[in-house]
């Protein structure tokens, strides 16, 4: 009886907590609908999007929050009623270590071959990391800039641009999902023992970053955001001290201040900075936000993986999966599918590009894994610093973005101290290893 009225409570809190987001979220957007033109055209519209964005959100996060405190609060796990909201509430609150789709019970870890490949095998996997990884990721920037900046054109002639960043967002993630959860069901995995809400954390700074990324377009160019990525390392380094109190090494500290000066240079030279100051501010918190956001992402994913012990691919299918909850959510409650399939009637090349593009993020992101698990981080690392430099150089020549010689200073100054940091790395790591060998025979 007790379990069945936890049920019902839990079933209570979930509506009520959507009925009243649901309707906050409808009278904001019919005040906004209403609202002065202003609102809707400045280069500050991207604010009141970013709050309906999160007050959709809210519809997914607030109910869970609820529930986390009243299951926390009461014995209701400990009672372990029987049926569907039980395990499920377990499976979201407390982790299941027990056999599923995240995990098989006799999985047991593959050795690695890397010592057994010959030189030529090597060299050809790293050719096929290498090349599969540069064709996912310059194709998708370069869909990434067309689909945000550029018109598209029906067979009138006439032309209107795609404004729903959120949407993007939403087909990229739902793409990755289904490829990892196939990927899950195919390939035995360890199992799979975190709670599934500590994943909506990193998912959902993900979505955010990935929203900054793509609003972001809209006031700056593309070789700029490229550059703000390859500056990551600061804001990474920031996240670090605050989440897990990271120390870093004299180099690291060295590095940020040359990313940070080469990409001063780059942003006071570069000629979008100097039209419009609304466009320049919002396009600088956009990237600022992105460049957080992501950081946190990746930070928040570590600490699960040391944790948790969960596998790359367990993180890619969980995380997309509350990613592609939240912003289907958002579209929904925005009405925004309506327009998108309209637009998509009127415009059948978005409907190509955007599968391109999902395509790309999709199978890039398969990539990143695969790449990772050969050859290790620091070969992944140059890989896409390489990319990177090959965005910008691509973005210039099809979109004829104008870089003098200070913005071309400030680009070879942040690529330049990304390869020291990674010299200095691995430089480091080395040194470290032959002194521990030496004190082992020491002792």
């Known amino acids: 009886m007790r379990s069945f009225l936890g049920d019902v409570v839990i079933c209570i809190l979930l509506l009520l907590s959507v009925s009243l987001i649901f309707g906050a979220s409808e009278i904001i957007k019919s005040l906004v609908n209403t609202g002065d033109n202003f609102l809707k055209t400045s280069s500050y519209n991207w604010i009141i999007k970013l709050c309906l964005n999160l007050l959709s959100y809210a519809t997914v996060l607030l109910p869970g929050c609820l529930i986390y405190k ?24 407390v982790g299941n270590c027990e056999t599923g789709l995240l995990d098989s019970s006799s999985y047991t870890s593959a050795p690695s071959n890397h010592s057994q490949r010959t030189f030529t095998q090597d060299a050809l996997l790293l050719l096929y990391c290498f090349f599969g990884l540069q064709i996912s990721y310059l194709t998708w920037g370069y869909l990434q800039e ?34 990892s959860g196939l990927y899950l069901i195919i390939q035995r995995q360890p199992q799979h023992k975190a709670p599934l809400y500590k994943y909506v954390f990193c998912s959902l700074s993900n979505i955010m970053s990935s929203w900054c990324q793509y609003e972001a377009l809209k006031y700056v160019s593309f070789p700029t955001q490229v550059l703000a990525k390859a ?22 500290y060295v590095t940020a201040v040359l990313i940070s000066i080469g990409m001063t240079l780059f942003m006071l030279d570069s000629s979008d900075y100097k039209n419009d100051g609304a466009t320049t501010v919002s396009g600088i918190i956009l990237l600022g936000g992105y460049l957080l956001l992501d950081s946190f992402t990746s930070t928040w994913q570590s600490a699960l993986f040391v944790e948790y012990g969960a596998t790359s691919v367990q993180m890619m299918c969980v995380v997309n999966m509350f990613s592609c909850l939240l912003t289907a959510m958002s579209l929904f409650q925005q009405s925004s599918f309506p327009l998108i399939f309209s637009f998509m009637t009127k415009y059948p090349r978005f409907i190509v590009d955007c599968s391109l593009i999902s395509i790309c993020s999709a199978s890039g992101q398969l990539y990143i894994f695969y790449t990772i698990s050969k050859f290790g981080p620091v070969t992944f690392v140059i890989m896409m610093t390489i990319r990177q430099g090959l965005a910008i150089l691509l973005s210039c020549l099809m979109y004829h973005h104008r870089v003098t010689v200070i913005g071309i200073i400030g680009i070879l100054l942040v690529f330049g101290s990304v390869f020291l940091r990674i010299y200095c790395n691995n430089r480091l790591r080395a040194i470290r290893g032959r002194r521990a060998a030496a004190n082992s025979i020491k002792d």
Do not use: W
Not at 153 to 166: H, I, P, W, Y
Not at 231 to 250: A, F, L, Q, R, W
């Open 146 to 179: 067309k689909i945000m900046t550029q018109e598209y054109e029906d067979v009138a002639g006439n032309k209107d641009r795609f404004q729903d960043s959120q949407f993007l967002v939403f087909v990229n993630r739902i793409l990755a999902f289904l490829m």
């Open 70 to 93: 009243y299951v926390r609060h009461t014995k209701y796990i400990q009672r372990g009623g029987k049926g569907c909201i039980p395990k499920l509430v377990h499976l979201c609150f």
């Open 231 to 252: 500056s990551k390392i600061i804001p990474v380094m920031i996240m670090g001290k605050i989440i897990s109190h990271t120390t870093y090494e004299y180099y690291e």
